[in-house]
T-cell receptor, first 115, second 113 residues
């Protein structure tokens, strides 16, 4: 029973267009959400996060949106660049329970940005 | 900057053999953890530690042991390897002030025959 789901294993977009990666969660205790990016043969690296008290957080080309009622978050990348091609993992944490660093990860989405 | 260093990067074991995956960090992070990554399942937490001498179980702890004798090191031990433990293992660390912004090592790919 996956508590964090990324239903799209892969996504291809043209360079310069918007990439939208989606993530759903089922555990109501989750109140902090993160996105990680992973290149082949490397460990995941932190990209952006959002607290449940917000519905949007921006960092340059990356924006994360949170819809608490739908238990859904999305990562928007605008404009997409070939260097963004990687696996993106959604993760969630129940920080209010004191478990801020015990992340539950989704299965990942392979993003390919075509030149 | 070394960050989180894992050794070995690749290892092949036979069923029943034991081994230790090493993890060291040089960022003075109190929190360290081990994850395994399997196809279609993302990363799953095996064990974690909030400081030297303190460890606890994550989502999939069976078949693995850990210890934390120093702040820097957090080894993961497989006492009797099984084919189901074939996976890529990631060690991660975080500061006490963070909220899940983990720093990951490059991973250790383990194959159990």
């Amino acid at each position: 029973d996956q508590q964090v789901k990324q239903n799209s294993p892969s996504l291809s977009v043209q360079e310069g267009r918007i990439s939208i990666l989606n993530c759903d969660y089922t555990n109501s205790m989750f109140d902090y959400f993160l996105w990680y990016k992973k290149y082949p043969a490397e460990g995941p690296t932190f990209l952006i996060s959002i607290s449940s008290i917000k519905d949007k957080n921006e960092d340059g080309r990356f924006t994360v949106f949170l819809n608490k009622s739908a238990k859904h978050l999305s990562l928007h990348i605008v404009p997409s660049q070939p260097g963004d091609s990687a696996v993106y993992f959604c993760a969630a944490s129940p920080i209010s329970s004191g478990s801020a660093r015990q992340l539950t990860f989704g299965s990942g989405t392979q993003l390919t940005v075509l030149p | 900057n070394a960050g989180v260093t894992q050794t070995p990067k690749f290892q092949v074991l036979k069923t029943g053999q034991s081994m230790t995956l090493q993890c060291a960090q040089d960022m003075n992070h109190e929190y360290m953890s081990w994850y395994r990554q399997d196809p279609g399942m993302g990363l799953r937490l095996i064990h974690y530690s909030v400081g030297a001498g303190i460890t606890d179980q994550g989502e999939v702890p069976n078949g693995y042991n850990v210890s934390r004798s120093t702040t820097e090191d957090f080894p993961l031990r497989l006492l009797s390897a099984a084919p189901s433990q074939t996976s890529v293992y990631f060690c991660a660390s975080a500061s006490t002030g963070g909220f899940g912004e983990l720093f990951f090592g490059e991973g250790s790919r383990l194959t159990v025959l």
